[in-house]
């Protein structure tokens, strides 16, 4: 059996309220409706088994 660190190996962005994310691979989006309040944030998002990035110009609130 192998043993697993729970320890992050890389610190993720700082998402805001309202920052879109999509996937390259498939196009899927998320919204940030509450932020990581982790200092400093360690908080990566990913689908298609890649990190989700930040969809740049783009702030679409789904509350408006």
């Known amino acids: 059996m ?3 660190s729970h320890e992050p190996t890389t610190k ?14 498939c196009r899927a989006e998320i919204e940030i ?3 990581c309040t982790c200092k400093p944030s360690n908080q990566v998002l ?9 969809e740049v110009g783009v702030s679409v609130h789904l509350d408006e």
Do not use: F, W
Not at 46 to 54: A, I, S, Y
């Open 2 to 4: 192998s043993a697993r």
């Open 33 to 35: 409706i509450n932020p």
């Open 46 to 54: 990913k689908c298609c088994n890649r990190d989700m990035t930040p």
């Open 12 to 25: 993720g962005p700082a998402h805001e309220k309202g920052q879109r994310l999509y996937c390259q691979v």
